[in-house]
């Protein structure tokens, strides 16, 4: 079994590794690059296979950087099967559809060329095959099965097995420890190898308790202070992960009444979505949903489906919450709600998430004081606050305990999806602590099991 990676090698988007024996060629992810114009190239960049002579694709989970350049495999000649759960397919097709239009955006404004159009994002959600977690499904002389990542809704981690029992384990990306609403991460299993994001390799995110506690102080330094709070956040499960906390603040008389704006169409539809699969859910959110408690609304609650809508929140009076997409601030109505609050001392931008390389939450996040947002230049007043429990991705902490799931452990890690010094720092402690052979791949190396 030969592993091959061509995309987030030393970098955290992208996700795209191949697969392959002497009669098969299964793709894990294919993902579209974010942060910066590079990233645009790399997007546009030809893949270095034939699309047409894959047998099949796993997707781990809905996240663009997993799963929106699947769309230009169609476009290139790919005709199988694209396996992943039900969750995932469903929450993939709001994320290809909205790429989709934002590209079609682009093109009527900037020409800039599209990478696909609304035709194979529709052919590819017609390849898409709903597989349960722990189903395996055969693909030549491999099989493939999907176990619970924990990280959005529908994400897993997939186990691939050749014919002479070689395994090899991809951890898509891996949730964080103690999240509301999802399951926990299901245990690895026996591995020959691991391929395992590295996203914060180097860091440990802060408790349950402070997180929640960090929200709260949030909210009410923003009510003080008659303020706006903006949080960026991403549409799947970060979104629903905050509007769960904060129903339980307002539940639970932690914090006042105050006007919450969820102004993100896609969000929106993600929540929508949850609420059709509870399934997934974790044994408290069971309990909330036989109990009748609609733990993603509460009094206060605006949802803002139109742009006249979103363009109504400028004229509510403050105090009041904003939550947009985009989570790394690249698009979306974040933007907009960007240019004119950031110049107002009152308003908190709470981060919420990753913000890769490049991208205009990396620069906020790193105390830059003057941005462009719609190449107009932006002046930053705004107190800038991050929390990193809320993040998706499994902090250093949990990546360790995850590997050692693995009875015995495994032969081989491979560190992807993080930042350059990120995924060495990481393969380097895993083999210090483990005692295990670990590499972080660079773009287009292979490795054989």
């Known amino acids: 079994m030969k592993l091959t990676f061509y995309g987030a090698a030393r970098e955290v988007t992208g996700s795209c590794t191949l697969v392959e024996t002497a009669k098969t060629k299964l793709l894990i992810d294919c993902g579209m ?32 950087d997993h799963s929106a350049r699947v769309p230009r495999l169609i476009k290139e000649g790919f005709r199988k099967n694209v396996y992943a759960t039900e969750g995932t397919k ?5 994320v290809m559809e909205d790429a989709e239009h934002i590209m079609q955006d682009e093109f009527e404004r900037d020409g800039r060329p599209k990478l696909y159009d609304a035709n194979d994002v529709q052919k590819t959600l017609s390849k898409m095959q709903s597989v349960n977690y722990g189903e395996t499904v055969a693909i030549k002389d491999l099989t493939i099965q999907f176990f619970d990542a924990g990280h959005i809704f529908g994400s897993s981690f997939v186990r691939v097995t050749d014919k002479e029992g070689k395994t090899a384990v991809f951890s898509g990306d891996l949730g964080n420890r103690d999240v509301p609403i999802i399951r926990e991460t299901d245990p690895m299993g026996p591995a020959d190898a691991v391929v395992i994001e590295s996203t914060y390799g180097n860091r440990i995110h802060e408790g349950k308790k402070e997180r929640y506690q960090q929200l709260k102080d949030a909210i009410v330094s923003t009510m003080q202070q008659s303020g706006v709070l903006l949080i960026p956040a991403f549409s ?5 992960h905050v509007l769960y906390e904060i129903n339980h603040l307002v539940e639970t008389k932690k914090i006042p009444r105050i006007r919450v704006y969820l102004d993100s169409p896609m969000a929106i539809k993600a929540t929508n979505v949850m609420k059709k699969i509870p399934r997934y859910y974790d044994k408290e959110a069971l309990r909330l949903i036989s109990e009748g408690d609609d733990f993603l609304m509460f009094p206060g609650l605006e949802i803002t489906r139109t742009r006249d809508e979103s363009k109504a929140i400028n004229m509510a009076p403050s105090p009041k919450v904003i939550i947009a997409g985009s989570g790394m601030m690249t698009g979306g109505r974040i933007q907009h709600h960007l240019i004119r609050y950031l110049g107002d001392p009152t308003t908190t931008l709470l981060i919420i998430g990753y913000q890769a390389y490049g991208t205009l ?11 462009r947002i719609f190449g107009k230049r932006v002046r930053v007043r705004a107190k800038v606050k991050a929390i990193g429990a809320y993040s998706a991705h499994a902090d250093q902490k949990k990546l360790i305990e995850w590997i050692k799931t693995s009875k015995p452990l495994p032969k081989l890690v491979l560190c992807n999806h993080g930042e350059d010094e990120t995924a060495v720092a990481f393969a380097t402690r895993v083999q210090d602590q483990l005692g295990i052979e670990a590499r972080a791949p660079k773009y287009g190396e292979s490795y054989t099991l």
């Open 90 to 94: 469903m929450i993939a097709g709001i």
């Open 236 to 240: 799947i499960e970060r979104t629903q």
């Open 33 to 64: 690059f974010q942060g910066s114009r590079l990233a645009d190239t790399k997007n546009f960049r030809d893949f270095e296979f034939d699309p047409a002579s894959l047998d099949a694709v796993a997707i781990t989970h809905a996240h663009l």
């Open 361 to 371: 939450g990396r620069k906020l996040y790193s105390g830059d004081k003057n941005v």
